[in-house]
């Protein structure tokens, strides 16, 4: 878990400017920097963080995005890790279960939260798909299994490019939010390709 979080950190801070022209075309042109400062932070705070509690792990990384990343994003993918912490509590390792059970708590949170639907344009439309591509990947090695729910994740949110937003700031443009890849979805594939890499080390 803190060897994905650390190569999550890595990866939206270097697509930092690829988040901010997505955001640019259908949101406040600021998603790429709040996801890289809040990841950064995160990357801080992990620093000497004890590994023996994969919950506590992300009960920090919840709590620090929810603190450093500005507008919606904060709020949601802080959600995301603390719902999942709840699952992990006490947990010195996660298995396949474990994990499926982590990532569906937290797409269950951010849909509370966000009262977003598949197909509303957002990070769910990329979350969801990676979770049923796990799930259902059986037969094959961990690495596999996340490699197939990354490989959903991103499918996913290129396919938010001809959905009218739903949901969020794209959706005050009205159908000019169609045709431009959600950015939201986008760090949501990026972060879980980040653990797909983390698992296949």
């Given amino acids: 878990m803190a060897r994905w979080i650390e190569r999550a950190a890595g990866l939206i ?4 400017k690829y988040l901010t022209e997505l955001d640019a075309a259908i949101g406040d042109s600021d998603h ?5 400062r809040g990841f950064a932070a995160v990357r801080g705070k992990l ?3 004890p590994r023996d509690d994969v919950g506590a792990i992300l009960k920090t990384v919840g709590m620090t995005l929810l603190s450093t990343i500005g507008g919606a994003s904060g709020p949601l993918y802080g959600t995301l890790f603390l719902e999942a912490a709840k699952v992990s509590a006490g947990k010195a390792e996660l298995d396949r279960g474990a994990i499926l059970q982590s990532l569906s708590a937290g797409l269950a949170g951010i849909q509370k939260r966000g009262k977003a639907e598949p197909l ?4 769910v439309d ?3 798909p990676a979770i049923r591509a796990f ?4 037969g094959v090695s961990l690495a596999e299994a996340l490699g197939r729910a990354a490989e959903a994740a ?3 949110a290129e396919a938010t490019i001809p959905i009218v937003a739903r949901k969020g700031r794209a959706s005050y443009l009205g159908e ?3 045709g431009h890849q959600d950015p939201g979805a986008t760090s949501m594939w990026l972060l879980l390709r980040s653990l797909a890499e983390a698992a296949a080390e």
């Fill in 126 to 128: 990329a979350l969801g």
């Fill in 32 to 36: 790429g920097a709040n996801m890289a």
């Fill in 13 to 16: 801070g270097d697509n930092e």
């Fill in 120 to 123: 509303d344009k957002t990070m």
């Fill in 154 to 156: 991103r499918q996913g």
């Fill in 47 to 49: 620093a000497g963080h």
């Fill in 176 to 178: 000019r939010s169609a």
């Fill in 135 to 138: 799930e259902g990947a059986e």
